[in-house]
């Protein structure tokens, strides 16, 4: 059977555990993941996931990382050191250091793309 391919095309992100889940399964399906425009926050853990070379990017791609929320029994957010750095081990090496070089996961979103994106991952 021919595979497909899993197109993102605008995420905001979201729930973690729900890309977890949905990465898995594309991962265990062997199809290939296009970034096709803003994947952002939890979205980015496509690249914990998905093997490198299965994953293109195109000229639309943006990749937006921050430190994850907590949220806790009483709808409060938080940030977590530790969650923090779970997230952030989770990344390959070269998205780390480009993290890193970029002022690392806080509040803020930083926004990888451009030809910093593109010489991480190959263009579709």
Same mark, same amino acid.
């Given at each position: 059977?021919?595979?497909?391919?899993? /197109? &993102?095309? $605008? %995420?905001? =992100? =979201?729930?973690?555990?729900?890309?977890?889940?949905?990465?898995?399964?594309?991962? #265990?399906? =062997? @199809?290939?993941?296009?970034?096709?425009?803003?994947?952002?926050?939890?979205?980015?853990?496509?690249?914990?996931? &998905?093997? /490198?070379?299965?994953?293109?990017?195109?000229?639309?791609?943006?990749?937006?990382?921050?430190?994850?929320?907590? &949220?806790?029994?009483? =709808? /409060?957010?938080? #940030?977590?050191?530790?969650?923090?750095?779970?997230?952030?081990?989770?990344?390959?090496?070269?998205? #780390? $250091?480009? &993290?890193?070089?970029? !002022? !690392?996961?806080? %509040?803020? +979103?930083? +926004?990888?793309?451009?030809? @910093?994106?593109?010489?991480?991952?190959?263009?579709?």
């Amino acid at each position: 059977p021919a595979l497909a391919d899993v /197109r &993102i095309v $605008a %995420s905001s =992100g =979201g729930v973690v555990g729900n890309y977890l889940d949905f990465f898995a399964k594309v991962k #265990r399906s =062997g @199809e290939r993941v296009v970034i096709d425009g803003p994947c952002l926050s939890a979205c980015t853990l496509v690249l914990s996931t &998905i093997p /490198r070379n299965r994953i293109c990017v195109t000229s639309r791609a943006v990749l937006g990382f921050h430190a994850p929320q907590i &949220i806790d029994q009483n =709808g /409060r957010s938080r #940030r977590s050191r530790e969650a923090t750095r779970a997230v952030t081990a989770s990344y390959p090496p070269a998205v #780390r $250091a480009w &993290i890193k070089r970029n !002022g !690392g996961l806080n %509040s803020n +979103m930083i +926004m990888l793309r451009g030809r @910093e994106l593109n010489a991480l991952y190959r263009r579709c």
